[in-house]
T-cell receptor, first 114, second 115 residues
């Protein structure tokens, strides 16, 4: 009954370092998403993948890249971390990208960039 | 550009009270509206999804209504319990002009139910 699993749970980076946030879902969902949550800003969409093999930009894609490795896994990469990327990152999945499929969220990765 | 606002930002009520959380959005051309619950340090849990053609949805003690023309939704919680304490977020689907699941979120209402 894992649902959406994110690793790591916490991470501290220095400015300029790179890292990849991992996300996997076991619900056979077609669509996956990366959001960031900042105080006073709500959740904002970074990238999404409507189906395996496709990715598209969301509202705040600058400074990030994504890979839809297979149907289960969707990773988010920070090539050169900046303090502005300090945030809580959430991965989510849904059965379909369109229609009325509720989103299922992971528990988040808390990233601090110093 | 679609904007979603939730008022109040925080609410404290005694156990047993019925309460209403508010959500407003600026563009009425939405595909659906979703309500989520977020516990501290956790991800979001989907509570209710109202399609644009619907007026309300109910799940247990929760009832969500949607008035597209006025750009408003409410989440009604009946007979509140301490376990209802959490942040409640609403999100609209369709802010990018299509029936995609790219949600635009409000900043949430932090609810505390006092025993």
């Amino acid at each position: 009954n894992a649902g959406v699993t994110q690793t790591p749970k916490f991470q501290v980076l220095k400015t300029g370092q790179s890292m990849t946030l991992q996300c996997a879902q076991d619900m056979n969902h077609n669509s996956m998403y990366w959001y960031r949550q900042d105080p006073g800003m709500g959740l904002r969409l970074i990238y999404y993948s409507a189906s395996e093999g496709t990715t598209d930009k969301g509202e705040v894609p600058n400074g990030y890249n994504v890979s839809r490795l297979n149907k289960r896994e969707f990773s988010l990469r920070l090539e050169s971390a900046a303090p502005s990327q300090t945030s809580v990152y959430f991965c989510a999945s849904s059965l379909y990208s369109g229609g009325n499929s509720p989103l299922h969220f992971g528990n988040g990765t808390r990233l601090t960039v110093t | 550009k679609q904007e979603v606002t939730q008022i109040p930002a925080a609410l404290s009520v005694p156990e047993g009270e019925n309460l209403v959380l508010n959500c407003s959005f600026t563009d009425s051309a939405i595909y659906n509206l979703q309500w989520f619950r977020q516990d501290p340090g956790k991800g979001l849990t989907s509570l209710l999804l109202i399609q644009s053609s619907q007026r309300e949805q109910t799940s247990g003690r929760l009832n969500a209504s949607l008035d597209k023309s006025s750009g408003r939704s409410t989440l009604y919680i009946a007979a509140s319990q301490p376990g209802d304490s959490a942040t409640y977020l609403c999100a609209v689907n369709g802010g990018y002009g299509g029936a995609t699941n790219k949600l635009i979120f409000g900043t949430g209402t932090l609810l505390a139910v006092q025993p």
